[in-house]
C-alpha cells in the first residue's frame, strides 16, 4: 500500500513503490502495509496480457489494471481497465479517471515535465515510449530520434517543456493570432514563449517533433515550431482543447495542424471569390447611393459572410444536403437574400422603392415587416450545378429569438413522419445561425439552444453559426458588452470547437467554414465560427458613429473594403489585373442601376399584390370517436411486452383506466386518460403529434404516465408509441428547463410540420412568461407579419388552490389582450370530455391556429369534473357549457358567467340549492370569443335580468377586462351586467391558505348572493 500517494511528487512515488516491490520481494509486508488502500493498480502486462478485468475482493474499492504494451500500425497501444465498486465509485467517476490518466499519459497538465522535474533519473524511458496510443489517431512511433534523447536529465526537462510549449500553443496560440481586420495588437501570452522554458534554439533542434505528437511539418521542434505558429496564431485561430470528449480533440488538432481545410484555393476559386466579394459590395454601394439615408443595415465590414455561405452550401450540397434554414438578425441581411436565398434584386429594390405600402388600412391583409426582418426562401445554385433550398426565416427584433425557431424548424424539415415512427435523418437539413457579437455574448436564449444541440428530442445533427463579429454592438464596445474576452465564450461550455478568423483574410474564412463542415459531417456537433471584423457605418446607415467610438471609425475610414484588398493580392499573385477587376464592378454596378430603372418603369404600371390572411368560414371538424375505436385504444395503452413490470402503485392506477371505459366509473373518467384517448385516435386517424415540456412523459402532477419504467430494471416503455394501426408518429420527450429555447423550437417544428399537432406543456403556466419573445413577437403577431401561423398548443397548468402566488394563475389575461384577427384561441376547459374535444379539434380544424390551453391542476381527478365514455363518443367541442340543472329556462333571472375550476367552487357551494334563479354557463372558448351564442341570452333565458361575470383572479387579471366589453356589445336592453372577482391586486393571489380560503368563499357567496 503507498499510502498518502496524492501528496508525493513522481520521484516520490517511485521510490515509495520501489520500496513496496522490495518488502513484497523479501517477505518482509507487515499488516499495516495492507491497511487504508482505496485503489489498487496491478499489471497484468508484464506477463503478456493484453487487457484484464480483475475481481474486486471485499473492502476494495476499485482496481487499475494495466494492460500489454502493445505496437499497432506503428502506434503504441496498452489497454487499461477500471474495475470499481458502484457503491463507492460512480460510472461517469471511473470514466473521468481513465480520462485524467489518458491525457496525463499524453502530456496534459505538464505530466511530463512534472515528472522530469521531481526527479529525471528515475524516469528510464523518454515519454513517448510509455504513450497508451488509446486515441483513434495513430501517433508517430518514437523512432531513433527519441531514443537519442534517453538518459540525459536536461533533454528531458527540454522534451516536459516543449510539451508545455505546444500544449500551449494549442490552447492559447489564438490569443497572439493576427483576427482583428483594423489592426489592434493581439493580447498574446506569456506561455507561447519558449525562452522562459528554456527552449533554446539548440534545445529545441535536438526535440524530435515524433515524441510531441505534432502534425505540422519539421522534424524538430525548432522546424515544427513556426508552422505552429502559424497555424494556431495566424488570421485563423482556434479553440479546440477546452472539448471534453478526446476523440474529438485529438481529431480536430490533427486536422487543424495538418492543415486539411486549409488547402490552396484553385485560380479559379480566387477569381470567384473575387467576384462574389464585388457582388456584395456593389449591391452595399449602390443602395447607399441610391437609397441615401434608408437603413439597411450594411454588410460591409463582414462582407466576407457572403462567401462563407457560398462555401456552406456548396458542401451542404456536396455532403447530400437538400436545404439549409437559416436564422439571422438585421446586419446583412439584404445581401444575404440577394446572393444566397437568390431573391432577386427586383425584390429587394422594390422594398426600397415602397413596395408593400397599402396593406396597413386593410383589416385582412398580412400587415407585414419592416425588410430586414422578413423571411424569405430561394434556391441556391453549386458550382457543380446542384440545388440547395435555402429558407431564411422570417424573425423580430429581438435578437437571438429566432435561433431555437431555427432548430425546430429544421428538426420538422428532417423527420419523415408518413409512418408510426418518426424517421430522422439529419444530413438533408442543416441549420445555419448568424448571430451579431454583442447578442451572442448578451442574450440567454443562446444558450438556451445551445443546451439542445445534443439531445435526442431536440438535436439537429450540428448547427454552423457565424458571429459576424463587428466588434461593437448599437454604441457599446465589447468590454462593456461581456465579462470575458471573446464573443464566443459562452459556447465553449457546450463542448463546442471556435475557429476564430480575420473577416479581411477571405481564404482563410473559407478554410473556417470547411473546418466547420467536416467537424459537422463527423460528429454531428454545433460549430461557431467568430469572423472578426468591423462595422464600416454606424448602427445603422443614418447614425454617426464617431459620437461614441472616435477612433475606431478614424481607423474604419482608412480601411480600405474587403474587396479591394482581395482584388490588390489576387493583382500581386498575377490572376486579376486592376483593370479587369474594376471593370466587373462596374458591370454589376451598372446592372443595378438597370434593374432600378425596369423597376420604376414597372411600379407606375402595377399594383403590388398583396398577401391576405385568408379567413374563410370552415366547418367545425368531427371530433367524437367510436365506442370500439376508443376501447381499442385505451387496452393499446395499457399493454406492455411480456416480461415487463408495472410499477405496482402506478398498476392500480393505470387499471381503473379500464374500468371507465367498461363500466362508467368508478368516478368517471380523469383528464389524463381524455388526454392520452384523444392522442390515441389522432395517431389512428394519421395526424403527427409532439407532445414536450417538463417532464411531460409523466406529467407534472403524476397524472400523465404516457412512459411507464419497469421498476426492476428502469426499462421505458411508452405504449402510445407502439399503437397498432397507428398511421403517424408521436413524439414525446422530456424537455430541458428551458422555457425560452423550447417553446422557440416547438413554434419553429409547428410551423414548418403544419398538420402536425405540436404541444408544449410549461411546468406551470405562469412559467410561460419566461418564453414571451416567443409568444408575442411568434405564435401572437406571425401570421400578421409574416403569414406563419401552426397548430402549436401550448398547456398552461395552473389553479386558485390556495398554493400562492405563482402557479395560481396562467396570466390568462395576456392572452386574451394579445388575440385580434383570429390570430390564436384561449381555451379553457371544465372536463374531461371538452379537453378531449378540444384536441382532436385543434389538430382536424382547417383553419390552423395556435391554441392557448388554461389547463387545471385539482380538475385532474376531481371526480365532480370527470367525464364517460358516452362523452367523448358523441358531441364536440362546446364554446359555452350551459346550465344543465337548471332545466326550467324561465324561472332563470341571473346568468353567472365564469370560466375553469371556479364554476366547481360554485356549484360544490350549498347555497346553490337556494338558487334556481341562477344559472351558471361556462365560457370554455375565450377566443375567438363566442358572442354569437352568448348573445342569444333572450331565447334562452327570456326573463334574464342580471348577468354576472365571475372569476377567482383580480379584477386586474383574469378574463374580466377582456369579457365585459363583449357582453356589453350583446346584452339585451333591460339586463344589467355585473362582476365578481378578487380586488385589484399586483400579486396574482394570496401567500397565505387561510386568505385564499376566505377570498374563494366570499366570491362564490356574491356571485349566488
Ligand atoms: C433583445 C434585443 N435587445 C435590444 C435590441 C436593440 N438592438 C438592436 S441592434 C443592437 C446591437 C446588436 O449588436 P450586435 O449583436 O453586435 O450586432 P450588430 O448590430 O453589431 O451587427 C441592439 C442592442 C434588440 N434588437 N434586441
Ligand atoms: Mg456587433
Redesign the pocket.
Known sequence: MIKHAEAMDFAQFHAAYDLLVEKARSNKLLPDDFAGGTITLTNPGTIGTVASVPRLMKGQGSIIATGAIRDIAGAKIMTITSTYDHRIIQGAESGMFLRKLDALLQGEDGFYQGVGSSQPSVVTAPPATTHPATDRESFRAPGTAAAAVAGSADDLTHVAAAMALVRAIRRLGHRAAHLDPLGSEPPGDPSLDPAPLGLTPEAMARIPTDVLRCYVPGATLAEALPHLTATYCGTIAYEVEHIASHEERVWLRRVIEAGEHRKPLSAADKRGLLSRLTLVDTLERFLQRAYLGQKR?SIEGVDVTVPMLDTTLELAAAFGARKVVMGM???GRLNVLAHVVSLPYEAILEEFEGGGAGSASDPEAVTGDVKYHLGAEGTYKTTKGQEVTVSLLSNP?????VNPVVEGWTRADQTDRSGPEPKYDVSTVVPLLI??????AG?GVVAETFNLARLKGYTTGGTIHLI?N?Q???TTDPRDGRSTDYSSDLAKGFDVPIIHVNADDPEACIAAVRLAWMYREKFHGDVVIDVVGY?RWG?NEGDEPAYTQPLMYDIIKQTPPVREKYAAQLAVEGLVTAEAAKAEADAAYAKLTEVQQALKARRSRTSGEERRIVRAAVAEPETAVAADVLTRVNEALLAVPDGFTVHPKLKRQLERRRETITQGGPGGMEWAQAEALAFGSLLLEGSPIRLTGQDVERGTFSQRHLVLHDPTNDRRWAPIQHLPGARAPFELHNSPLSEAACLGFEYGYATAAHPALVLWEAQYGDFANGAEVIIDQFIVAGLAKWGDTSRLTLLLPHGYEGGGPEHSSARLERYLSLGAEGNIRVANCTTPAQYFHLLRRQARHEEIRPLIVMTPKGLLRLPAAASKLEDLTQGRFRAVLWDGERPQLDQVTRLVLCSGKVYYDLTAAPRRAATPHIAIGRVELLYPFPSEEIGQYRSRYPNLKEIFWVQEEPRNMGARKFVLPKLRDVVPAGVTIGDVSRPERSSPSEGYPAAHQAEQARIVAAALA
Do not use: P, V, Y
Not at 427584433?397 to 429569438?401: F, N, P, R, V
Not at 448571430?435 to 451572442?440: E, K, N, P, R, T
Open positions: 443595415f438578425a438585421h446586419r427584433s429581438h435578437l437571438e429569438a448571430h451579431g457579437d454583442a447578442a451572442f442574450q459576424t463587428n461593437i454592438g448599437f462595422r448602427h
